[in-house]
């Protein structure tokens, strides 16, 4: 066996039940006498409902039940509950609309759910479904974030004025119009960042089930949080309490955020597995995850850098409108705000930064966390807003931000909008990536092309983001209704292996390997004697879930804790046995032994004495070895790194190819670099997605018009490139191991790079900005329309 | 109801069907083999790609009854008895050719079905075109990539390049 500790490209330990069709996704789950679920869904934007009308439906061959809101609202079910609460400028609540698990009165976007049938063949749940009338009164819908701002625009709630959910702001107003004042240039953009899909591969699935014996019940979903679940259905919604109500996250195919959040769906499927007594499954079809998984982005700003003659920034402005869709999910009222407006520092100095957000209800899908959740929308608005900074002043784009980059003796470093960061080293991230790109070679490349008859250009983002979230205390001041601890439980077996029981979910991530190497590497075990258990509140103690990158930062110190407990209460146990001071003994490679003797211990003495002792320190020190720690972090942790694309554009066809792309992030220390290297190119992969290719549409009526794999364009094998991967890392310094985090960067510091990539390859079409997705159409049209400004000479 | 014949990783079966029923819920639902997976219902994501008589197909796209008298193989069926993975299955996972898992049945099946259809060699240009029909979210199908090239050789017989 080779080395497999911190570092080594470890193969994974999940890959064996996947390769060989023995994953076990909620779909697979069958229960015995399960029923299925089919939900009856708008297909209006936004519409009062009259009559419902169910007893064709009722009386359909296989059906069990046929259920509406009334039926829900009669046996006291609550709605769907949001876990942030932002304040306005004036210190006011944000307006907070109820969002009942099926509509009642009206219906707010094409998807929301009005109905379920129940019978014993989810064909036999189909056909029932189509015989349901409802008596629809169409309303004008508020489609968009420019119709919904209008002034006399449809209301999506009644008490929402001007559909504005919160009028919100961060930094020193007087202190940047101070600095505008004073600067020499102000330098203007607006921008929109595009609305997507997040479409993980396995559609969103739930299986309520129903003891009839105990009155327990189980859900099993497609869930980043089983225990989040549990915590919100339980208490807001079905009033189950924990002790009665288990929650099983089992391999769930993906989710990139939009498996983080409480749906109705889970609410349905448990409830009426308690009312009919059997087990109840929904699956979703790819049509309903387009119209009900929480979409992503969809932002339009306005951001203005105020700079001196050199080019150096001495304040930022930005103003921005947020779609937060038709209700307010799980965690949607902080992606805007303090997801997305504390990281308008990115990796520059910039002393004064002032931004408003308005977070708008549309009759569209809710928004919510999307891989990088605010991080890739501040990162995209800054980066793009340098890009036209060096183009206005002809400032070279990478001195322009090596001049006003953070300098490395400056850390700790505190932004003018309420982040810490507290390492990086953005010169040494610069240069490798200019260097793996070849950035000195790029002008003979472009040369090359324009010979060819193409186009060709390079962009550069340097970013930053913040995850690992999150500091309870510092969230909770800010709005968060809980604290973001995680949770690891972990057992030395009597004879000696180990069960890390975490809140950490996988589902992609590759936990059950990167999380068994740390585990194996600390305690000097094997890693195939460590198995990691997640996804389970029947098994595991507490945990938040796994998003914002934070399962390594927060659930990994989590683990380090309860690994210093073990290996605090071994020293005690050996010490008795091999009849030494507790201070002698030295715990290294799985071995205690006594200092400056040849006594020693292995790992697996101690745990066989610590659960069937006969020699044993009973007085002082209870039997058993099993630790549970709760680990919440002292500060968000802050990767970042260079992105570099290389495009070329075909003008007859204005198709994009990217040519190449380098990315060289600083995620801390690296447990596993095969998994983030992985994890980097799979976040790039999205990030070349929105800059290039999705965008989730409606049309002014508010119809979702993307709504199928076939309209919304997902990144294929041959969109994409071979996408080279570095890492030049500096320490995360508050946390046990170093780390930082890698799930997101991809996603966060790629779509500028390719923007401004395809910026620089139409430079000669006088274009200084374009908003994703530089579609072929898009580019076609750009290049038609420009004739191209060459040089007088 | 309609009666179905036929053999699903050498195991013969004979089913009774509606006569909508797609082969892809016949395999998970009547055979209980779940490896196969249901991921877009508009024939786009290759989740459910199994083989028909060694050819690679969306089983989501034929019904069931279509599968009259024929031989599938499905990504329960590529291990050897005793647990040996085939060569896709090995360089899968050498590679890092997945995460979540979900797309990967079908992702493997089509790649063989590439692979053997192409004994001359493969480019990577080739191999990417060639997964047209199979959608991936995590892998930014980098490392799928590489594991067919490396795939190639053992399946044609050739040592890997050193």
């Known amino acids: ?793 | 109801m309609p009666q179905v014949t036929l053999t699903v990783n050498g195991t013969p079966h004979t089913v009774e069907v509606e006569g909508r029923t797609l082969l892809v819920e016949l395999l998970r639902e009547k055979l209980a083999l779940t490896g196969t997976h249901i991921g877009c219902d508009t024939s786009q994501c290759g989740a459910c790609v199994v083989h028909l008589d060694g050819t690679s197909v969306k089983s989501c796209t034929m019904l069931a009854l279509q599968a009259e008298g024929c031989a599938v193989t499905t990504i329960e069926g590529l291990a050897a008895a005793d647990g040996t993975l085939h060569p896709m299955q090995e360089m899968f996972r050498e590679h890092h050719a997945l995460q979540c898992g979900f797309c990967t049945p079908g992702m493997v099946m089509s790649a063989i079905d590439l692979v053997q259809s192409h004994p001359e060699g493969l480019t990577e240009r080739q191999i990417r075109e060639g997964l047209e029909g199979n959608l991936c979210r995590c892998t930014g199908y980098h490392n799928i990539v590489k594991a067919i090239a490396a795939a190639w050789p053992l399946m044609h017989g050739k040592a890997a390049a050193a």
């Not at chain 1, 997801?339 to 977070?359: H, N, Q």
């Not at chain 1, 890739?376 to 793009?384: D, Q, S």
């Not at chain 1, 930082?740 to 430079?763: F, H, M, Q, R, T």
């Open chain 1, 1 to 793: 066996m080779g080395f497999e500790g911190i570092g080594a490209a470890v193969r994974r330990k999940e890959d064996f039940r996947f390769l060989s069709g023995r994953g076990n996704y909620t779909d697979d789950i069958n229960r015995p006498g399960q029923l299925y679920a089919v939900i009856k869904r708008s297909d209006r934007p936004h519409a009062t409902i009259g009559e419902i009308d169910t007893k064709a439906a009722a009386k359909a061959p296989g059906v069990a039940a046929v259920f509406t809101g009334a039926d829900l609202a009669a046996d006291n079910v609550g709605g769907l509950p949001c876990g942030w609460q932002i304040h306005n400028k004036d210190g006011s609540p944000m307006v907070e609309p109820p969002h009942p698990v099926l509509a009642i009165g009206k219906v707010r976007h094409v998807g929301d759910p009005v109905a379920v049938v129940i019978a014993t063949t989810k064909q036999a749940a189909k056909d029932a479904a189509e015989l349901i009338v409802i008596d629809y009164q169409d309303l004008p819908a508020a489609a968009s974030l420019a119709e919904a701002v209008k002034p006399g625009a449809a209301l999506v709630h009644d008490d929402a004025a001007g559909n504005v959910c919160y009028d919100w702001h961060i930094g020193d107003k007087a202190a940047m119009e101070a600095a505008f004042a004073g600067a020499d240039r102000v330098v203007k953009l607006e921008l929109e960042n595009n609305r997507l899909i997040p479409n993980a591969m396995e559609p969103r699935a739930a299986v309520g089930d129903f003891d009839t014996s105990s009155g327990d019940f189980t859900l099993f979903t497609t869930s980043q949080n089983p225990h989040v679940i549990r915590l919100l259905m339980g208490a807001f919604v079905l009033h189950i309490p924990e002790n009665k109500l288990r929650v099983v996250a089992p391999d769930v195919g993906g989710g990139f955020g939009s498996k983080i959040y409480h749906y109705a769906e889970e609410a349905i499927v448990t409830w009426a597995a308690g009312k009919l007594r059997k087990p109840v499954k929904w699956t979703a079809e790819r049509n309903e995850s387009f119209m009900s998984d929480a979409h992503g982005r969809d932002h339009v700003s306005t951001a203005e850098m105020a700079i001196d003659k050199d080019g150096h920034f001495l304040g930022l402005r930005v103003h921005t409108l947020a779609n937060m869709g038709a209700y307010l999910s799980t965690f949607a009222p902080c992606v805007p705000t303090y997801l997305y407006a504390t990281l308008l520092a990115g990796v520059y100095k910039t002393p004064v930064i002032y931004c408003e957000v308005k977070a708008i209800f549309t009759n569209t899908v809710p928004v919510d966390a999307y891989r990088g959740a605010g991080r890739p929308e501040a990162t995209f608005l800054l980066e793009r807003l340098v890009d036209a900074v060096a183009h206005d002043t002809g400032i070279d784009k990478v001195e322009l931000r090596r001049r006003n980059f953070i300098p490395n003796d400056a850390f700790p470093y505190q932004t003018p909008v309420a982040l810490q960061y507290d390492s990086g080293d953005y010169t040494a991230t610069l240069n490798a990536a200019l260097k793996a790109a070849d950035h000195a070679g790029f002008e003979a490349r472009r040369t090359k092309a324009v010979a060819g008859g193409k186009l060709r250009g390079i962009g550069v983002s340097t970013y930053l983001e913040a995850c690992g979230i999150a500091p309870s205390a510092v969230v909770g001041s800010l709005g968060a209704r809980a604290g973001l601890y995680e949770v690891a439980n972990i057992k030395v077996h009597p004879t000696g292996s180990v069960t890390v029981y975490t809140g950490s979910h996988s589902h992609g991530q590759g936990h059950e390997t990167t999380f068994a190497q740390l585990v194996a590497s600390q305690l000097g075990v094997p890693i195939d004697q460590v198995d990691i258990v997640h996804g389970d509140t029947a098994k595991i103690p507490f945990g938040m879930g796994t998003y914002g990158s934070r399962s390594l930062a927060v659930g990994g110190s989590a683990m380090v804790k309860s690994m210093d407990k073990i290996i605090a209460k071994g020293k005690k146990i050996a010490a008795h046995l091999m009849e030494a001071s507790v201070d002698d003994i030295e715990f290294k490679d799985g071995k205690f032994t006594v200092a400056g003797t040849d006594k020693e211990k292995t790992l697996t003495d101690i745990s066989l004495a610590a659960y069937v002792p006969h020699n044993y320190p009973i007085e002082e020190l209870e039997p058993g070895l099993d630790e549970t720690s709760f680990y919440d972090p002292k500060n968000f942790t802050f990767p970042g790194g260079c992105h570099i694309a290389e495009i070329e554009i075909d003008p007859d066809t204005g198709v994009i190819s990217v040519e190449s792309f380098v990315a060289v992030d600083d995620v801390g220390r690296v447990i596993n670099p095969m998994i983030v290297e992985g994890q980097v190119q799979g976040g790039v992969a999205q990030g070349i997605g929105q800059a290039l290719l999705e965008a989730a549409i409606y049309d002014s009526a508010g119809q979702l018009l993307s709504g199928s794999m076939m309209d919304y364009t997902m990144p294929r094998a041959d969109n994409l490139p071979n996408i080279t991967v570095g890492t030049e890392s500096t320490l995360c310094t508050h946390n046990p191991l170093g780390v930082k985090g890698c799930g997101e960067v991809g996603a966060i510091g790629s779509p500028p790079a390719i923007i401004n990539a395809v910026i620089d390859a139409l430079k000669d079409y006088g274009v200084r900005h374009i908003d994703m997705p530089a579609s072929a159409p898009k580019i076609w049209s750009i290049i038609q329309a420009g004739r191209p400004k060459m040089a007088a000479e």
